[in-house]
């Protein structure tokens, strides 16, 4: 089955540091990758849509200077937080959309990101 | 706007059959997901429903009425480990998946 793998599973960083987290598809190219947020006892919020080769798509509310994304392969995206605050702790998760599969997206296992 | 709704929590005993709906009001309809979270992990895909009717897998069943916005998920002999949060999710004209809340389900012994 097709697997996403994340890295790191959990961090924690100090205020105003950067941190990057990495999204995987381990077993098929991913034209496209999401990236979500979900704080504790909420739904999964979607923060952006990366495609490979080009430039993310950010959700409304999203700063995109603060989350850069880089979707620089077919099996590569990655989350970059700039100068983390508390309020960024959270839990990201990513998902892999396959070649000319639109319907179903792999998950993977989440970043746990606390910010001190 | 897009909404999708389902119960926040919901409680049942082990053994038994629950069935958590899901209703929805999107721009435009391309299937219908059922996924399961436990606390602390990402989402596992159940079930996708594009066309009316019941989709079975094991214990688990999914139904869909595009006409009435409306699915359900029916989980069958519950387990403990059945324990998690289920998230409805409708991908609209876009493609994009449009979550729920997520509906908590505690079983009990």
């Known amino acids: 089955g097709a697997v996403v793998s994340q890295h790191p599973s959990w961090v924690i960083c100090k205020s105003g540091t950067s941190v990057k987290i990495e999204c995987r598809s381990l077993?098929?190219?991913?034209?496209?990758m999401f990236w979500y947020r979900q704080f504790p006892k909420q739904s999964l919020m979607l923060m952006a849509t990366s495609n490979e080769g080009s430039k993310a798509t950010y959700e409304q509310g999203v700063e995109k200077d603060k989350f850069l994304i880089n979707h620089a392969s077919l099996t590569l995206s990655t989350l970059t937080v700039t100068s983390a605050h508390p309020e960024d702790s959270s839990f990201y998760i990513c998902s892999a959309v396959g070649q000319g599969d639109v319907y179903e997206q792999y998950f993977g296992p989440g970043t746990r990101l606390t910010v001190t | 706007g897009q909404n999708i709704d389902q119960p926040t929590e919901m409680t049942a005993t082990e053994g038994a059959i629950v069935q958590i709906n899901c209703t929805y009001q999107?721009?435009?309809?391309?299937?219908l997901f059922w996924y399961q979270q436990h606390a602390g992990e990402a989402p596992t895909f159940l079930s996708y429903?594009?066309l009316d009717g019941l989709e079975e897998k094991g214990r688990f069943s999914s139904f869909l009425s595009r006409s009435k916005g409306y699915s359900y998920l029916l989980l069958k002999e519950l387990q403990m480990k059945d324990s998690a949060s289920y998230l409805c999710?409708?991908?609209?004209?876009?493609?994009?998946?449009?979550w729920g809340a997520g509906t908590k389900l505690i079983i009990k012994p």
């Open positions: 999107t721009s435009g309809f391309n299937g």
């Open positions: 429903n594009v």
């Open positions: 077993d098929f190219q991913a034209t496209t």
């Open positions: 999710a409708v991908t609209d004209s876009n493609y994009q998946l449009i």
